[in-house]
């Protein structure tokens, strides 16, 4: 078992948004998504990866097959494999959203 406090990973990146890596473990991989006012990861979809997106403080847009979304706090995302989604920090305050992504295995 392994215990990070997240308060001592939180490093916002000026130039770009940043992704800080948490647990990996087999086909899971889960971190943190970090944004600065205005940053943005552009519309992206994956083939072979389900995503789940928890919404830890501050708010944002998420576009899913380029329909804008308003996210917050507290508020969970599914991404399946195929779906396209982007990410845009439309607030004046840091977003941080928890990334949960699992690799589909070859059987799949």
Known sequence: MQKI???NIIDFAVEKSSR????????LDIGLLLYAPGQ???DHKHSDI???FYIISGQ???TINKEPMLIKEKDIIFSPHGETHGF?????TNWVV?????TLSKED
Do not use: H, R, W, Y
Request: charged share 25%; hydrophobic share 35%.
């Open 60 to 62: 944002g847009t998420i």
């Open 5 to 7: 406090n997240i308060e």
């Open 50 to 52: 389900d995503e789940i």
């Open 88 to 92: 845009q920090n439309t607030a004046s």
């Open 20 to 27: 800080k890596e948490l647990f990996k473990e087999g086909l």
């Open 40 to 42: 943005v990861t552009p």
């Open 98 to 102: 928890l990334q949960i992504k699992m």
